[in-house]
């Protein structure tokens, strides 16, 4: 079936460090990728996505690449805040039969000043 | 209304009771979800409505749990004979259309605790 693995956590960085969070995924045909994001007492939100191979979502300096070659959609941004310390989910949503999100276990983010 | 809007937000009930969950949905989308978030597990796949059907069941854990979703609004899910497994924050979401492209609109969830 399809599934979503994420880099555990926590990251921890210093803030203006750079971000990576490494997910890859299985689907069969050509799913699309999304990566929410979750503050602390609140709920998902959703923060970029992709719907083909090699489309780039990007949203509030986030940025993932949809690399159908390596199955993956990493998350990366040049200079983070401590404000963007949150959880982080990694999800697809498939091309066929019914199109719910598949997650991952999510990576939590700790940016410190 | 402006989000998904779920209650109550905080639930402690007794192992053996019944709960039920509310979710509203954002005024007009067709497609809702529900969703459990256990820590450490991620999230869960429960179960999801297109407009008042629900295509399919096979992801709530066990038949103590049901859902129904009545004039393509309001959802509730009802969970039987709590146990404390069933411990998790409970999480609805709403999308405009049901497709591979939509993403989802989250409440900000229901922590359901059992003891």
């Known amino acids: 079936g399809d599934s979503v693995t994420q880099m555990e956590g926590p990251v921890t960085l210093s803030e203006e460090a750079f971000l990576t969070i490494n997910c890859t995924y299985t689907a069969t045909g050509y799913p699309s990728l999304f990566w929410y994001v979750q503050y602390p007492g609140e709920g998902l939100q959703l923060l970029l996505k992709a719907t083909k191979a090699d489309d780039k979502g990007s949203n509030k300096g986030f940025e993932a690449t949809y690399r159908k070659e390596t199955t993956s959609f990493h998350l990366e941004k040049g200079s983070v805040q401590v404000s963007d310390s949150a959880v982080y989910f990694c999800?697809?949503?498939?091309?066929?039969?019914?199109?719910?999100?598949?997650f991952g276990k999510g990576t939590m983010l700790l940016v410190s000043p | 209304g402006a989000g998904v809007s779920q209650s109550p937000s905080n639930k402690v009930t007794e192992k053996g009771k019944d709960v039920e969950l509310r979710c509203d949905p954002i005024s007009g989308h067709t497609a809702l979800y529900w969703y459990r978030q256990s820590l450490g597990q991620g999230l869960e796949f429960l179960i999801y409505f297109q407009g008042n059907s629900a295509p399919d069941k096979s992801g709530l854990p066990s038949d103590r749990f049901s859902a129904e979703r009545t004039g393509g609004s309001v959802s509730t899910l009802t969970i039987q004979r709590t146990q404390q497994e069933d411990s998790a924050v409970y999480l609805c979401a709403s999308s405009l259309e049901w497709g591979q492209h939509y993403g989802y609109t989250f409440g900000s969830g229901t922590r359901l605790t059992v003891v």
């Open positions: 999800a697809l949503s498939a091309d066929s039969g019914y199109s719910t999100l598949t």
